[in-house]
């Protein structure tokens, strides 16, 4: 079965950093498009930044911030977060999906992780 387990979120204070990790099991992880998404209380899941065939592309709000990487051989897709910001707080998810293209979109992705919170303090 498809597994993704996030790790890494916590409180931290504006201006902080943090690292985001995500284990994928049971799939074959390179031939997978993966991405970041969040949730804030109140709010839509959004997506946050996508990594797959070479190719990266974050939302204009975490850009030049955040920066997505992963490590097939270790099955694994981290998020660095960093001038991290009060609107940041959400509840942060990875998936995975076999999406052609670029994938910014929940419905392009087929598998899911329960999410990890992460609360930025002022």
């Known amino acids: 079965q498809v597994q993704l387990v996030e790790s890494g979120g916590g409180l931290v204070q504006a201006g902080g950093s943090l690292r985001l990790s995500c284990a994928a099991s049971g799939l074959t992880f390179d031939t997978y498009t993966m991405g970041w998404f969040r949730q804030a209380p109140g709010k839509e899941r959004e997506f946050v930044a996508t990594s797959g065939a070479g190719t990266k592309y974050y939302a204009d709000s975490v850009r030049g911030r955040f920066t997505i990487s992963r490590d097939n051989a270790k099955n694994t897709v981290n998020l660095q977060m960093t001038s991290l910001k009060p609107e940041d707080t959400a509840v942060y998810s990875c998936?995975?999906?076999?999406?052609?293209?670029?994938?910014?979109?929940?419905?392009?992705?087929?598998?899911w992780g329960q999410g990890t919170p992460v609360t930025v303090s002022s």
């Open positions: 998936a995975a999906g076999r999406f052609l293209g670029l994938a910014t979109a929940t419905h392009q992705y087929d598998y």
